[in-house]
């Protein structure tokens, strides 16, 4: 976990994320910059100035914010835990994460019997 006041690009930069070769990834303003190889990078494309976006361009950010909204709502379903997204005081080393991977399974595991119940 990190503080929300960390840029994106910086965490993966220090992290060095790996993704499987041949991998799509969906990437918002957020991570301008930061290039993984062989990796299929996919952004929304911004209107030219003056100019119009085509169909297909357009079509194309629809899915890419469909897609980023069901992540969102992810994030926000974890953060329901007040622990998460609350300053945390505890000091003891790997206690944040811990808080966090709590927090992401209790999501998963409304979210399972959410699913389960239609």
């Known amino acids: 976990t990190h503080e929300g006041k960390k840029h994106d690009k910086k965490i993966c930069d220090e992290e060095e994320i ?3 070769k041949n991998s799509i990834c969906y990437r918002d303003n957020g991570f301008q910059g930061y290039e993984m190889e062989e990796i299929d990078i996919r952004e929304p494309k911004k209107k030219p100035r003056n100019g119009e976006l ?3 361009e357009k079509n194309n950010n629809k899915l890419i914010s469909s ?3 069901i992540v969102e709502h992810v994030i ?3 953060k329901r835990c007040r622990i998460v997204k609350d300053v945390f005081r505890n000091t003891k080393l790997g206690y944040d994460d811990l808080a966090m991977e ?3 399974g209790l999501h ?3 979210s399972h ?3 389960a119940s239609y």
């Open 54 to 56: 085509t169909e297909e």
């Open 76 to 78: 926000s379903g974890a």
């Open 18 to 20: 790996k993704c499987p």
């Open 67 to 69: 897609l980023r909204v």
């Open 108 to 110: 998963n595991y409304r």
């Open 102 to 104: 709590i927090a992401c």
């Open 113 to 115: 019997f959410r699913l």
